[in-house]
């Protein structure tokens, strides 16, 4: 990913830095995103299960140490923002149609899975 165009299954990969909500530890982790703008990029907490994925219990706990790393670049400092409500349905729709492979996993799933914008600081 680092090395190489930063795609999986058709999907645009980055690469989530996070902090460890218990450890306090670094963590790395490859998500999916869509562009949102200029400065910004849309995540998906979906993780396939009933429970939030680990990155996204971390970046909400620790906040002000998020960054993100695309190919290629070094890592920069992100500011996460949870949408909910509109912003959440409009922000969804765009994923869903960039991508209807999420939409048919949120279908299977008995949570709402987070939509995050990730805006560059």
Do not use: C
């Not at 562009?35 to 971390?58: C, T």
Request: aromatic fraction near 6%.
């Amino acid at each position: 990913m680092r090395r190489g165009r930063g795609k999986l299954m058709g999907m645009d990969v980055l690469i989530l830095h996070t902090v460890g909500r218990r450890s306090g530890q670094p963590r790395e982790t490859p998500v999916t995103w869509f562009a949102d703008g200029e400065d910004a990029r849309l995540i998906v907490a979906s993780g396939g299960g009933s429970l939030h994925p680990d990155w996204y219990v971390n970046l909400m706990a620790h906040p002000d140490r998020a960054s993100i790393e695309l190919p290629g670049q070094e890592a920069v400092s992100v500011t996460p923002h949870r949408l909910d409500g509109v912003d959440r349905e409009q922000a969804w729709q765009r994923v869903a149609a960039a991508q209807p492979r999420m939409a048919k996993y949120q279908s299977r799933s008995n949570r709402e899975y987070p939509v995050i914008r990730l805006t560059l600081r």
